[in-house]
Every structure is written in structure tokens, then in C-alpha cells.
């Protein structure tokens, strides 16, 4: 058995689970060098919301939060984390965006594309794998692991094997909700290790509070790489604290050889920033506990905290319980997707509005007539012809792969930010969140027309001789 390797996930997921990743670039970058030293597998630093995050709500180019961290961490790997056709946007995009985009990430600095689909649908990962491997990066093809009565082991299998002949460098196992128990891994791991010959990487949360536990038994089992939050930013919905693990496999046939007094600097460095994000709020101590719903209702604890913001709204609180139930009914009548980005936010909003309403299926979403209409791709099951009748009515389903019905788009979309573009990565920003991309655009030309005008009142200024 090979050491086991850690993935560090603070600079993404783990501010991402626990504080909205809200966590800003100057933050990091002091740190940074110390993190290179430690000997991870790599640091998970961009994709998944960073992207929407930096634009929308943090004043900062992702871009140049990549090109950042490159010129800091000079000897291990950088990841992202990309969904598919979806790239970090909410919809599908053309193959020619797809390429575009995987160029970019790879050009500023990014080695690991980790790309998921969230219906598992294999032929929403071609063009992205694809694209990494034409332009030099390592591609990680993703199962979405899920539970549900169709969701079997044999299920998973088949698509860690079919991920691999797809061309993937390696197999992710994504547990976005933490339901993955310790026992059922070690059979998963070894049977998914015992068809595929290129490293298998486990990714977990701690939310249901199988998380540490389970790492312990998909290393005994032979994963090859598993992802952990330095401590101050570990547990609750993020992932497994790195330090103990580390501890934990030290003086075995595992012991990865990371130094724990590397990585307690690291520590000692997230445990102010960690306090900063409590004192003003944004990091929920609701959100540090084991949540038990989790197991019961499959419900990703980011999914949790949309609901209660949706029911707040609503002024509909009290309909809490209710809404939990109706998730796991919704979820089987859209033929049981994975709840990840984004089917988790199209089924919660669909089961909050049955509760609200009173009624289910009076008002439907346009997102959730387009996974019924197949636009999202194929579900894990067919949805039952009842179902498909209530929600898109005669309308006909897409049966072959959505993006073969986009044409290419580049070409526009960087017409639609020729006004703003200052390097070309602005035109997919433009592409994937066009109003906080917009936004984002004009608070730059403002700062840049100050700078300006400061610049040349100095220069206006007669100094006395």
C-alpha cells in the first residue's frame, strides 16, 4: 500500500461550506508559501463558487486570484473544481466555452481539473475532460456519490470505469453531503480500485459526522488520496480536519510523511481569520454540529442553509419539517439526481413551493421543466411519463446530449464584453455570471478613473525648489 496523499481544501471548500466563501485572496496570500512547503497532493484553491463569490459579492477578478496564489505556491499542485458543461456558471455552455475556459484555467496556473456532472450524466464530462487533456492539465472525472433506492454500489462502479476509459487521469468520489458510511466505503473503494488502474481520490464532508471515520476506512481499503480542511476551517458541513488524519496514519503503512509542526503554522495562521468570520456572523455555529437530517432526507448542509433563507422569505418557517419530507419525494418524481450544484437548489426550490402553495406542481420553476425536459442531461432513472405530462406537458424530451444543441457562442459572448474586456478571461466572466460580471466591471473602471485623477493631481502639484 502507497502513502496515502491529502488534498487541502481551506482555500476552496472549506471557506466555501463554512463561511460562503467569503474568505478574500489577501487572506491567503500570506500564507501561502508555508502551505507550498507541506507536501500536499494539491491545494483546492478555485472553481466551484470562489468564482461567482470573488465577482458578486467580494469586489476581486478570480482571475487574478489565480494568477495570485500560481505566483505563490511554486511546487504543488493547484485544483479546481469544474461542473462539467456547467464550467462555474448555472447552465450549459457550447464546447467552444468549454475549450476556452480549460485553456484559460490551465494558462493561469491551474494543474487538476476535478469536473463533475450532477445528474452523473458521463456525456456532460467529454468536452471538459477533453479540453484538459488537449491542453496539458491532469483531468479528474467525478462520481457524484448519492443514496437513494436506484443508487447502488454496481451503479458507481460502472461509472468509475466508464470515467476511465473516457481518458481521465484519475476517479474522484465526491460525497457532497456526507453520506458515505465507513463500512459501505471500504467496499466501494475496493471494489471501484479493483476495476481501474488510475488513482482513486475520496472527497467528503463531515456534516452527518461519518466524515474522519470514513477516510479512515477508504485508506485501509487503498484510496489513493483523500481531502481535508486545515482544522480552523474543518468539521461541520466541510471536510475531516487535516492535522488528525495526518496524526492518525503516522507510524503506519499509510503515514503520508506530512510534518505536523508545518502544519500547525498553517493552523495557527486560519485560527484569527476564523474568528474574524464569527465575530461578524458569517460563520453559523448551526453549521459546526453533525446534522442528522443529512442522513434522513440527503440534504448537503449549503442545500440546509438555501432552504431556511427560501422559508425565511416565505415567512414560512414553520413549514420547515414539511419541506424535508416533500425533498426526498421531489427528488424521486426528477428521476432521484445527486443534490449538488445545481440540482440541490432546482429540488429544494420545487419542494418548498409545493409546501408554500399547497399544493404540488401549482407553480414550477423553469429550471425543474428543463430537467424534465432533459436539458440538464439523463437522469439516474427515467421520470415517470405522469410526472413528465404535469411538468412539460406534450412537449418532447431531448434525449441526446444538451450541449449538442448550443451552437458556438464565443465569438458573441466576447462581442457582449468588448466594452469592458481588459484581458480575455473578462469575457468569461462576462459568459458565466453576465450581471456580476458587469458589475464587477464598472467598480474596476471606477478605481482605475480614481487612480487616474489622484495621478494627475500629483503631478499637477508645483513643489517649491
Known amino acids: 500500500m ?16 463554512l463561511i460562503a466563501t467569503r474568505m478574500r485572496t489577501e487572506e491567503m496570500v500570506p500564507i501561502l508559501e508555508t502551505m ?46 469544474l461542473r462539467g458543461q456547467n464550467l462555474v456558471g448555472y447552465k450549459h455552455y457550447a464546447d467552444d466555452v468549454v475549450y ?3 485553456d484559460r484555467a490551465i494558462a493561469n496556473g491551474i494543474d487538476i481539473i476535478r469536473i463533475f456532472d450532477a445528474l452523473n450524466d458521463t456525456r456532460n464530462l467529454e468536452a471538459a475532460i477533453k479540453a484538459t487533456k488537449k491542453f496539458g492539465g491532469h483531468a479528474q472525472g467525478t462520481i457524484s456519490y448519492t443514496i437513494s433506492p436506484v443508487h447502488t454500489n454496481e451503479v458507481f462502479i460502472k461509472l468509475a470505469k466508464e470515467i476511465e476509459e473516457m481518458g481521465a487521469d484519475s476517479v474522484c468520489i465526491k460525497d457532497m453531503a456526507g453520506l458515505l458510511s465507513p463500512y459501505n466505503t471500504y467496499e466501494l473503494v475496493k471494489a471501484i480500485k479493483s476495476k481501474i488502474s488510475i488513482p482513486l481520490e475520496l472527497h467528503t464532508h463531515a456534516t452527518s459526522g461519518f466524515g474522519s471515520m470514513t477516510y479512515m476506512k477508504a485508506v485501509e481499503a487503498g484510496v489513493d488520496i483523500i481531502d481535508t480542511a486545515i482544522s480552523p476551517f474543518a468539521e461541520g458541513t466541510s471536510q475531516p480536519p487535516t492535522e488528525p488524519m495526518v496524526a492518525a496514519f503516522k507510524g503506519t503503512e499509510y503515514d503520508s510523511g506530512l510534518d505536523l509542526a508545518v502544519l500547525d503554522k498553517v493552523a495557527e495562521f486560519f485560527i484569527p481569520i476564523r474568528q474574524k468570520y464569527i465575530d461578524n456572523g ?25 432552504l431556511v433563507s427560501q422559508l425565511k422569505q416565505a415567512n414560512a418557517m414553520d413549514k420547515f419539517d414539511e419541506v424535508l419530507k416533500e425533498i426526498p419525494r421531489v427528488r424521486e418524481d426528477l428521476g432521484y439526481p445527486p443534490l449538488v450544484t445545481p440540482t440541490s437548489q432546482i429540488v429544494g426550490t420545487q419542494a418548498v413551493l409545493n409546501i408554500v402553495m399547497g399544493e404540488r406542481y401549482k407553480m414550477i420553476p423553469n429550471e425543474v421543466k428543463m430537467v424534465v425536459k432533459g436539458m440538464y442531461g439523463r437522469t439516474t432513472v427515467p421520470i415517470k411519463e405522469e410526472i413528465v405530462k404535469k411538468i412539460i406537458g406534450d412537449e418532447q424530451q431531448v434525449t441526446c446530449r444538451p450541449a449538442d444543441l448550443i451552437e458556438p457562442e464565443m465569438d458573441k459572448i466576447r462581442k457582449a464584453a468588448a466594452r469592458y474586456m481588459e484581458q480575455e478571461e473578462d469575457a468569461l466572466s462576462m459568459a458565466m455570471l453576465p450581471k456580476p460580471a458587469e458589475d464587477f466591471f464598472k467598480s474596476r473602471e471606477q478605481k482605475r478613473y480614481a487612480i487616474d485623477l489622484n495621478l494627475l493631481n500629483e503631478e499637477d502639484m508645483v513643489y517649491p525648489v
Not at 2 to 17: I, N, W, Y
Not at 283 to 299: A, E, R
Open 100 to 102: 476556452e475556459f480549460v
Open 2 to 17: 502507497a502513502k496515502v496523499k491529502f488534498t487541502e481544501t481551506v482555500l476552496r471548500d472549506g471557506h466555501q461550506s
Open 36 to 81: 507550498d512547503s507541506v507536501g500536499y497532493n494539491a491545494l483546492e484553491m478555485w472553481g466551484g463558487a470562489t468564482y461567482d463569490a470573488c465577482l458578486r459579492f467580494l469586489d476581486e477578478d478570480p482571475w487574478e486570484r489565480l494568477r495570485t496564489i500560481r505566483k505563490n505556491v511554486k511546487n504543488t499542485k493547484l485544483q479546481m473544481l
Open 282 to 306: 458569517l460563520m453559523d455555529p448551526k453549521l459546526m454540529g453533525v446534522d442528522i437530517n443529512t442522513l434522513m432526507y440527503q440534504v448537503p448542509g449549503g442545500m440546509l442553509s438555501n
